[in-house]
């Protein structure tokens, strides 16, 4: 039995190799960055904002959350 990969297009199979290498390069590149130390968690992303503030522009970056990471200050103080 002759295993042989399917004949694509020229353009289409160029396009599937360099693919195949950004997927690998990109798992390299997650690698490096989960070995540099700790990760902030799946729903967590840096969601940017702009404050004017007397004719001036600021600014800032702050990690936002989909999902409650810590509990609430009220449940914590029911709880004591």
């Known amino acids: 039995m002759n295993r ?3 004949k694509l297009a020229p353009d289409l199979a160029k396009r599937a190799e ?5 997927i690998a390069a990109l798992k390299v ?9 700790e990760v902030a968690p799946k729903s967590c992303y840096v969601a940017r904002y702009q ?10 970056y702050k990690l936002q ?3 409650e990471i810590f509990e609430q200050a009220f449940i914590l103080q029911k709880k004591e």
Request: no cysteine; proline share 3%; aromatic share 14%.
């Open 4 to 6: 042989h990969k399917p």
């Open 29 to 37: 590149k997650i690698k490096q960055i989960f070995d540099e130390g």
């Open 65 to 67: 959350a989909t999902d």
């Open 18 to 22: 360099r693919l195949t290498a950004t």
């Open 51 to 60: 404050v004017r503030q007397r004719q001036k522009v600021y600014w800032y």
